[in-house]
């Protein structure tokens, strides 16, 4: 008789069985996600050296305090820069090394948020003195803008930079308790020097609104904060996220800086105290919107961990009705938990590729504000507001969605999706509040919309790519336009296009008195609509990338991030009466169909579900999750992390004797049971 497999032993046949039964040639698309097999065996290469270093190891990172963390990634960051010289890796691959070392650093901020707005704001005289230092980390930066009263609103900040033509300097103060900066990441122990968001100040008194200016905070010498300047770190963050980051705090009292540390490269004040101004009012916003374009690869990649620790663990744990041979159901096999599964993967898909579309936009921007084209500028700026926004509501949410769907063990800190959701959490509030942001593209919404229905013939060619949704103000009805059924794509993308026209053209006649939530709808209408048509054409562009199989599993992925899209927009495809067939209630639930059309592409994905995660290309090292390991041996993996924390490494613990064992005898005490032995 055979000998019968053991629960433990099924969950690795369970995930080969699922990788024998997906169609996905995993190499290619893992490939295709990382931009070409060049940069997949970079990628690849350099993930290998990292997690073979033992000074590199997760090891006990877990069970350290705050305090010991932050050391710690000072330390691994240090062992990086040391395989960097080593290796002779540019100045691009240490950050990507640092990207994949799956700890929170306080040298991201040097080159998320301080060296491109330096690069992109300073004189070329600041740029030449200040350039080396920055790549090559003779100096560290941060960026000094949210404040203890003021955040998202740039415009209330209150530190100053008052003029001085005397002396041809800079006054740099805190003139109140609030306008102490704070939050700033790296500000708190690290940085030695800081891009400053502060009210230019002219001689006479003129408030110019918010200007940037580069400081030194620290001497180089020995790391203390110079005369003037008050810094210190915050504390810790909600959920023990961020736990190596020094989000700090930093007050100035009438710092003096040089003329030239103002970043001048399209506005300055000249030495007598007269302002010359930029070619336009937002343009040293360049910087904070490449913070925001890439928020969103970074969506995608980490909503990606995400689905393949989930999927995995989905695939090879067993619950409910038995089978023939004795065992429980794979849960990814219910329908509520691959319904939650599936889209977070094809987000995962939809948010790598914008992400690379949005790069390629912000660098033509870029090269445009070098040479004075700011032409694209105020459409980037409602781009990245509106995909921060959607990104990172979504993500956050996808995260919790797959530790849900994990079950109990979810819960556990060796899942890893607790972690990875503390982390990206605060993405909704930094860089802008989701909230506040709204209001940002739907005032884009507004203006274009404005523009073009007032225009004596609009020409639908004159519209941004944020706005294309409104050339269907002219266009026919839905019935004339969706016909290809819920297979088509262009059925999803036109729904979702003609809802933004409804929902602004709605906003509009209530632009004075908006109801509560219409700012939020609005926005989510016109940045999903956009986002569709980005959809629509990776579609379209997949079966000259990728052979026809892998061609086809990923169109019906894309396509079922617009389905699901769309019905999370049926609340207003149903309230404007332009979702089809609403119109004739008796034939009963007009978005059944819908819903049916999702479930039947959600069962044809599920077979290739593995190979569509294992396409991401992650390493144990890299997702460092017990649920989530390659060969699906979970159960044992979660055993041999139990045996790492420091509770079980005495048999009796730690204060027995002092507070334990008072309580047991008191309590045997009063219950007369003193002397005797239990």
Same mark, same amino acid.
């Given at each position: 008789m055979a000998e019968r497999t053991t629960p433990e032993k099924q969950t690795r046949i369970d995930l080969q069985r699922a990788r024998e039964r997906s169609e996905v040639d995993i190499a290619l698309v893992r490939d295709f996600l990382h931009g070409g097999r060049k940069q997949w065996e970079e990628h690849a290469g350099m993930v290998g050296l990292l997690s073979q270093d033992p000074a590199l190891s997760h090891g006990q990172r877990l069970y350290l305090t705050r305090k010991e963390r932050y050391k710690d990634s000072l330390r691994l960051a240090k062992r990086v820069h040391e395989l960097q010289d080593e290796h002779g890796w540019t100045d691009a691959q240490f950050r990507k090394a640092m990207d994949n070392m799956g700890e929170s650093s306080p040298y991201f901020l040097h080159f998320l948020a301080f060296e491109p707005v330096v690069r992109s704001q300073a004189s070329d005289e600041l740029l030449a003195e200040y350039s080396g230092l920055m790549t090559n980390r003779g100096i560290?930066?941060?960026?000094?803008? *949210?404040?203890?009263?003021?955040?998202?609103?740039?415009?209330?900040?209150?530190?100053? /930079?008052?003029?001085?033509?005397?002396?041809?300097?800079?006054?740099?103060?805190?003139?109140?308790?609030?306008?102490?900066?704070?939050?700033?990441?790296?500000?708190?122990?690290?940085? +030695?020097?800081?891009?400053?968001?502060?009210?230019?100040?002219?001689?006479?008194?003129?408030?110019?609104?918010?200007?940037?200016?580069?400081?030194?905070?620290?001497?180089?010498?020995?790391?203390?904060?110079?005369?003037?300047?008050?810094?210190?770190?915050?504390?810790?963050? /909600?959920?023990?996220?961020? /736990?190596?980051?020094?989000?700090?705090?930093?007050?100035?009292?009438?710092?003096?800086?040089?003329?030239?540390?103002?970043?001048?490269?399209?506005?300055?004040? +000249?030495?007598?105290?007269? @302002?010359?101004?930029?070619?336009?009012?937002?343009?040293?916003?360049?910087?904070?919107?490449?913070?925001?374009? +890439?928020?969103?690869?970074?969506?995608?990649? *980490?909503?990606?961990?995400?689905?393949?620790?989930?999927?995995? @663990?989905?695939?090879?744990?067993?619950?409910?009705?038995?089978?023939?041979?004795?065992?429980?159901?794979?849960?990814?096999?219910?329908?509520?938990?691959?319904?939650?599964?599936?889209?977070?993967?094809?987000?995962?898909?939809?948010?790598?590729?914008?992400?690379?579309?949005?790069?390629?936009?912000?660098?033509?921007?870029?090269?445009?504000?070098?040479?004075?084209?700011?032409?694209?500028?105020?459409?980037?700026?409602?781009?990245?507001?509106?995909?921060?926004?959607?990104?990172?509501?979504?993500?956050?949410?996808?995260?919790?969605?797959?530790?849900r769907a994990l079950g109990g063990h979810g819960y556990s800190e060796y899942a890893g999706l607790g972690r990875i959701y503390a982390n990206y959490l605060p993405a909704a509030t930094y860089e802008g509040d989701n909230f506040l942001l709204d209001l940002q593209v739907v005032r884009a919404a507004l203006k274009a919309y404005k523009r073009y229905s007032s225009a004596a013939r609009p020409d639908p060619l004159t519209l941004p790519p944020t706005a294309r949704y409104l050339r269907l103000l002219s266009e026919q009805s839905v019935a004339d336009k969706a016909t290809g059924g819920w297979a088509d794509p262009h059925m999803s993308v036109y729904l979702l296009e003609l809802r933004a026209v409804h929902m602004i053209r709605e906003f509009a006649k209530h632009e004075a008195d908006p109801d509560a939530s219409a700012p939020q709808r609005m926005s989510r209408a016109a940045t999903e609509a956009f986002v569709a048509v980005q959809v629509e054409s990776f579609i379209k562009d997949l079966a000259s990338e990728l052979p026809g199989k892998d061609a086809h599993i990923l169109a019906d992925l894309l396509n079922l991030y617009l389905l699901t899209t769309v019905e999370s927009a049926l609340t207003d495809l149903l309230s404007f009466g332009i979702f089809p067939g609403c119109q004739r209630p008796a034939n009963g639930d007009p978005t059944r169909e819908l819903r049916r059309a999702i479930k039947h592409l959600e069962l044809k994905l599920l077979p290739q579900a593995v190979g569509l995660t294992d396409a991401f290309g992650f390493t144990d090292w890299e997702l460092n999750s017990a649920l989530g390991v390659h060969d699906g041996a979970v159960y044992e993996a979660l055993w041999d992390c139990v045996q790492t924390e420091p509770l079980n490494q005495t048999e009796v613990v730690d204060g027995y004797h002092e507070f334990v064992k008072p309580v047991l005898e008191r309590g045997r005490r009063l219950a007369g049971r003193g002397g005797a032995k239990l």
């Open positions: 560290i930066g941060c960026y000094l803008q *949210t404040e203890l009263a003021h955040g998202s609103n740039v415009g209330g900040l209150e530190t100053t /930079a008052t003029y001085v033509p005397q002396t041809q300097e800079f006054i740099i103060n805190s003139p109140t308790f609030t306008s102490r900066k704070w939050w700033v990441g790296a500000a708190g122990k690290l940085a +030695t020097h800081a891009v400053v968001q502060a009210l230019l100040i002219l001689p006479d008194g003129k408030n110019l609104g918010p200007h940037l200016f580069f400081i030194q905070l620290r001497s180089l010498e020995d790391h203390r904060v110079l005369p003037g300047i008050t810094m210190g770190d915050i504390g810790p963050k /909600a959920f023990g996220g961020f /736990a190596a980051v020094d989000n700090g705090f930093a007050v100035f009292d009438h710092v003096r800086i040089s003329r030239r540390f103002m970043l001048s490269k399209f506005s300055h004040v +000249t030495d007598d105290g007269r @302002y010359v101004q930029p070619p336009h009012a937002k343009i040293s916003y360049g910087g904070m919107l490449y913070i925001r374009s +890439t928020m969103v690869t970074t969506g995608g990649w *980490t909503a990606a961990k995400a689905a393949t620790i989930a999927v995995r @663990y989905a695939t090879v744990r067993r619950q409910g009705n038995k089978s023939a041979q004795g065992f429980e159901e794979q849960i990814i096999n219910y329908p509520s938990v691959y319904n939650r599964l599936l889209p977070i993967v094809s987000r995962s898909y939809v948010l790598m590729l914008l992400g690379r579309n949005l790069e390629k936009s912000f660098a033509a921007m870029s090269q445009g504000l070098a040479h004075g084209d700011t032409s694209l500028l105020a459409d980037m700026h409602a781009m990245t507001s509106g995909l921060k926004v959607l990104v990172t509501t979504s993500v956050v949410q996808d995260i919790e969605t797959a530790r």
